[in-house]
């Protein structure tokens, strides 16, 4: 069997969340695997999360710990996680997220009847737990296609977040680890450069669970930084810029997610700027987006009379 190496990666994580991640990674019924938690706590209270994930570390076998030093961040620590990892394999999950039982038994399946694929990817299940029944199965990858080009990619992010993904090892020899000077959509550029150069297959079934909008984690999900999303959409844009140039739909995808993000900073932090900046991007969006406000707000309004 080939081995998989299974990196979590935690910042200031409630240690419950983060030994619901791990047993669901020791309950796969792919076997081989080893698995390695990078703490990424830091600064002041790091110590109350970071002591419970070291003695959590030491429970089991097949689990190794490790902590970042200088400098911090998710890539820095996935990155870290890659550089240790002994596998033939390497699959990523978020420290709030749980992967299904068989998702890395169908996975590695898939990659060995596709030895030319650099990457897998799967569906999973949306869990909002600011419902009253958490699990609503909403499905996490609605636009899945069973196989991504990187020309795909560019008009679109189909894939996702990293807790679904299953990457060979020698992909990481060539086109290098997480670029670190992304504050978000890390994820997505990772794609894009694998895309590049290697095959990408998906498991057309869900395989993970997606939580969102977690309540008391310490902290907010680095999807909610409209700041932290303009600026990886910013970077993507600079480190493609030849061939997105070259398609107009790849560079709707830029306009389009960067009027979005100016627009929700606009409300947030930058006051009337962030307006400013999400008009002159695209103003047929900006007006689009406003109109879809006012309806939203009047219905609200009916609704409460």
């Keep these: 069997m080939k081995k998989v190496s299974c990196i979590i990666t935690s ?12 047993k669901s990674i020791l309950a796969q019924t792919w076997e ?46 996935r990155n870290m996680g890659i550089d240790n990892a002994t596998g033939d394999y390497i699959a990523f999950l978020d420290d709030d997220d749980e992967w299904l039982p068989e998702k ?22 949306i869990v909002d737990e600011s419902r009253a029944v958490p699990d609503n199965g909403n499905i996490y990858g609605k636009a899945f296609k069973p196989a991504v080009t ?27 680890g997480f670029d670190v000077r992304f ?6 550029e990772m794609w894009v450069r694998i895309s590049h150069d290697f095959k990408m297959v998906g498991v057309d079934e869900p395989l993970f669970k997606y939580y969102k909008n977690m309540q008391g984690v310490g902290h907010d999900q680095i999807s909610h930084s409209a700041e932290k999303c303009i600026k990886g959409y910013e970077l993507l844009y600079d480190k493609y810029k030849a061939d997105i140039d070259k398609d107009s739909a790849a560079k709707f995808n830029i306009v389009f997610h960067l009027a979005h993000f100016y627009r929700i900073a606009g409300r947030k932090t930058e006051g009337y700027l962030g307006y400013v900046r999400s008009f002159f991007t695209s103003p047929k969006l900006f007006c689009y987006q ?15 009379k």
């Excluded at 795909?152 to 993904?165: C, K, M, P």
């Excluded at 406003?290 to 309004?301: D, E, I, M, T």
């Design 11 to 22: 910042y200031k994580r409630d240690i419950s969340i983060v030994k619901r991640a791990l």
């Design 32 to 77: 081989n695997i080893e698995v390695l938690i990078i703490d990424d706590n830091r600064g002041e209270g790091a110590y109350e999360f970071s002591e419970p994930m070291r003695m959590l570390a030491y429970e089991f076998d097949k689990v190794r710990y490790f902590q970042t030093r200088e400098p911090h961040g998710a890539q820095v620590a």
């Design 104 to 125: 890395l038994e169908k996975q590695v399946r898939l990659m060995e009847e596709n030895p030319e694929a650099g990457m897998c990817y799967c569906k999973g299940y």
């Design 150 to 176: 990187y020309k795909e990619l560019l008009r679109d992010d189909t894939i996702g977040t990293t807790s679904q993904a299953l990457i060979r090892r020698e992909v990481f020899e060539k086109v290098g």
């Design 183 to 188: 504050p978000a959509r890390q994820d997505y």
């Design 290 to 304: 406003g109109w879809l406000g006012v309806r939203n707000k009047f219905k609200r309004g009916k609704k409460k």
